[in-house]
């Protein structure tokens, strides 16, 4: 079992929507997935409950317990834990980057969120732990070229020596209007973000080697 904590202590970045979305895409290819939502808003648990037909499992828990819940996971034999992590809560952070097999950092094109990655970036790069920074939110390029404010952001990631995904997630409402059901972008007729939430997914996977875990011999 592979655990991916899902990180931004900058409120407002799209952390949950990102947690979601990639707890859904390993749920639709077959594997078993535990979503942990540690957030006290309890965003990830409110929007997979309401999913109307199976799932990925999903539950409410904190920092401290997240041992007990990853030992569970593991007797339930998942494939995947995500960590719905808090915005702020350095502590709590800092509990689930301990677990995680990988940290996936979220962080919108703007000045301040980059400002505060630094704080994340500091507690993986001192645990040793491996990342990604996922930029969410940003505008969509027109004709293949990025907006500025995309265009800085990527510069002061690449001066941070930031681990960057390849794949941007735009800002597009299909994110959250598929998750007030439960469902994923690639459950919707949107062929642009189905693909960003498949390519995101693919290169997570690969990163973080998550396969489905063979069943035992009796």
Known sequence: MKTVAVIALKGGSGKTTVATHLALAAYRRGLA?????I???????DALGARETPGPDVVASTGPKL??????ASGLAKDLLIIDTP???????????VLADLAVMVVRPTLLDIAGLVRTFTMVRKLGKPAVVVV??????????????????LRGLEYMQAPLAPVILRARAVYQTALERGRSAEETPDRAAAAEIAALWDYIAAKAQITKAQPQEA
Do not use: I, M, T, Y
């Not at 070229?145 to 995309?150: F, G, I, K, N, R």
């Open 33 to 37: 997935v535990l979503v942990v939502d």
């Open 39 to 45: 957030d006290p808003q309890h965003s990830a648990l």
């Open 67 to 72: 041992v007990s819940a990853q030992f569970a």
């Open 87 to 97: 915005a702020g809560a350095v502590e709590d952070v800092g509990e689930a980057l």
């Open 136 to 153: 969410n939110q940003a505008p969509v390029a027109r004709e293949a070229v990025e907006a500025p404010l995309v265009k800085r952001a």
